[in-house]
């Protein structure tokens, strides 16, 4: 599969990184010493356990398995809002550029991954 390319699952596992980053430094931002202390960890870790337990059975770009299994179209919505919720969460802390690079390369990587998102939607 082209979207399996070793270039772009490096990318995404970055992407996927830096989403949790900007996630982090969006729940750092919120208001209230004690909010920010919570939020920081808890918004990238309610994502991570959503990134890992919501999944497609046999979906070829991760391992195979789907502890909770969701349609693609699901799992593709789940992705983008998570990934580019990262992009936001940069935005919001003031990282311009940073949040305008990681949403083009967001853009590029599934540019590069169309035959995913096809089987994604079939599923």
Known sequence: MLGNAGWNLTLRFFLELAALLGLGIAGWGLSGEVWRWVAAPAVPLVAATLWGTFAVPNDPSRSGRAPVPIPGAVRLVLELVILFGGAVGFHAAGYKTTATV????????YAFSLDR???????
Request: glycine share 6%; hydrophobic share 75%; no cysteine.
């Open 102 to 109: 990681v949403a083009l390369l967001i853009v590029v990587s």
């Open 117 to 123: 998102l096809g089987w994604l939607l079939k599923q």
